[in-house]
């Protein structure tokens, strides 16, 4: 195996890479839907935007894998940055550099990759946006345009991302690891602890400027009937879907959320009480649109799922000192609106 060559200028790259404030990130949703029609295009089985690290690779957006990372020197993205150009694989079999890489001859078993390089505004190759498949493929050059076509698209959307000040300020206060211990591994999202250290930053900003704070609690109806029929690996998909709408259908300076299980809080700051069953409606349309969980070809047909929420208002002088409460009411209207 060659391992991932290391590029002349990495210490600056590295140093370009940190300054964005990227890694360990919740996942973006302009970012997942170029990923998604990256996989679509090519229909191939994995997509992924990957971000070269000291020692890993980190994906800010995957389609078709679960793994969050992988090491650094068995990277074929840590090639495709000191290629610095489209760096196309159709078979790592028949290829001495990869044949007996452990991505590779493990999971996730690539045979085919293809990968462009992502270049930042400092000019720095960052990371790849990739598509990879476990069988060989021969790729059309009109499927590879393309592929270069939605890497500079990715390029811009990393380079324009919007999260909210708050957010910004708590992942640039963390290292990665910090962030990640604030982080859903399986959602891409903040976790129970990331939500209440932005709970309470948020709150705060709320009392300072006399602004309302709007929280939904969001879950996914009959999980036990669904389970039951479709098996309970398929939790994991109906909350990773969940967590896909939740992020397409709030505003970049939400704070969203898993909580447990199925359950997602959603925090929305300034939102007044009059826009709260806006808001949830906007949630359960996307639930309605897109509401589907694949399964495999031998299996039954792909399930239609909804969910309910609770939203509540919280008065700006008590967010505060308000979360549990907050939080008890907005699940209390959830189970109200579920039965």
């Known amino acids: 195996m060659m391992p991932a060559p290391i590029p002349t200028d990495d210490a600056e790259r590295l140093q370009s890479l940190k300054a964005m ?40 957006s995957r389609v078709g894998l679960q793994a969050s990372e992988t090491p650094r ?20 079999l028949e290829d001495t550099r990869f044949a007996d890489n452990p991505l590779v001859t493990g999971p996730p078993f690539i045979r085919c990759y293809v990968g462009m390089p992502l270049r930042n505004t400092d000019g720095y190759f960052i990371g790849t946006l990739c598509i990879i498949d476990p069988q060989p493929q021969k790729m059309g050059w009109d499927t590879l345009t393309t592929l270069k076509d939605l890497a500079k698209l990715a390029e811009v959307v990393v380079e324009n991302r919007r999260l909210g000040e708050t957010q ?30 932005l709970y309470h930053r948020e709150a705060l900003k709320a009392a300072r400027d006399d602004r309302p704070l709007g929280l939904a609690v969001v879950d996914i109806d009959h999980v036990r009937q669904i389970t039951a029929t479709h098996g309970t690996e398929i939790g994991g998909q109906l909350t990773r879907t969940l967590a896909d709408i939740l992020r ?92």
């Not at 990665?176 to 602890?193: F, K, S, V």
């Not at 792909?302 to 000192?321: D, K, L, M, N, Y």
């Open 168 to 197: 910004r300020q708590v992942l640039a206060s963390l290292d990665e690891t910090g962030r990640e211990a604030l982080l859903c591994p399986l959602t891409q999202m903040w976790n129970r602890r990331g939500f209440d250290a």
């Open 248 to 339: 397409r259908n709030a505003r970049s300076y939400d704070v969203v959320a898993w909580v447990e299980d199925t359950t997602f809080a959603v925090l929305m700051p300034g939102v007044s009480p009059d826009d709260l069953e806006r808001a949830g409606d906007k949630v359960l349309q996307g639930v309605r649109d897109d509401g589907r969980i694949p399964v495999s070809d031998d299996g039954p047909p792909p399930h239609r799922f909804t969910c309910s929420a609770g939203v509540v208002s919280i008065e700006s002088q008590a967010a505060p000192r308000g979360q549990e409460e907050a939080l008890r009411r907005a699940t209390d209207a959830l189970r109200w609106s579920m039965m």
């Open 73 to 92: 020197d068995i990277s074929f993205c840590g090639h495709v940055i000191c290629h610095k150009d489209l760096f196309v694989i159709p078979d790592a």
């Open 21 to 60: 404030n990227i890694l360990s990130s919740p996942a973006d949703a302009a970012l997942d839907s170029v990923t998604r029609l990256a996989q679509r295009i090519s229909g191939l089985q994995i997509a992924l935007i990957s971000l070269v690290d000291v020692n890993r690779q980190w994906f800010l």
